[in-house]
């Protein structure tokens, strides 16, 4: 009996993941008051790049699963470090709810770097400071260049503390 070849399954699920998301994006009503680019444009982009990557997944890397047949996807630590992923992901969502976007993005971005390095030797310092610029420059894109409000946090809120 011939074994799936899982990078195909994934590859045509996340086609038709990008599909659905097309659909659904195509129901958006557009109220344009100016030439923005409107509520469309990210779910478009995001659907497009989920496309792509699975059609370039399943070109290069379905014909190398079928050369390592027998060799498992993940091992015991790959596993451990999913799970941790996973406790993180919740972790930063209910951050995201009590502390905001702007301090919980730049610990999250911290703990998702310290957990995805596994071996390789990645400097603290460097950690933090990418951890810093992006999480500032991520809470500054959206809330000042494209105008978007993005969760304060519930504990500022109480404390009388305006994030800027």
């Known amino acids: 009996m011939k074994k799936v070849n899982k990078t195909y ?4 699920v996340c086609i038709l ?13 557009e109220r344009l008051v100016s030439n923005e680019p409107g509520p469309k444009l990210f779910p478009y982009i995001a659907a497009s790049g989920i496309f792509l990557f ?8 379905g014909s190398k699963e ?13 596993w451990k470090r999913t799970g941790i992923i996973l ?8 951050g995201m709810k009590y502390f905001g976007f702007w301090l919980t993005s730049m610990l999250g971005m911290m703990m998702f770097i310290m957990t995805l390095k596994g071996d390789k030797k990645i400097k603290t310092v460097f950690a933090v400071v990418l951890s810093i610029v992006l999480g500032t420059v991520c809470y500054l894109g959206f809330t ?6 993005l969760p304060k946090g519930e504990i500022w809120s109480m404390l009388g503390i305006s994030m800027i």
Not at 54 to 61: E, L, R
Not at 144 to 149: M, Q
């Open 144 to 149: 000042k260049g494209f105008v978007i409000p």
């Open 66 to 78: 079928r050369k390592s047949e027998g060799k498992p996807y993940l091992d015991a630590a790959g």
């Open 9 to 12: 399954v994934m590859g045509i």
């Open 87 to 94: 406790g993180e992901t919740v972790v930063f969502a209910l």
């Open 54 to 61: 699975s059609v370039v997944s399943m070109i290069f890397d």
């Open 17 to 29: 993941f990008s599909f659905w998301i097309f659909w659904e994006t195509s129901r958006i009503p």
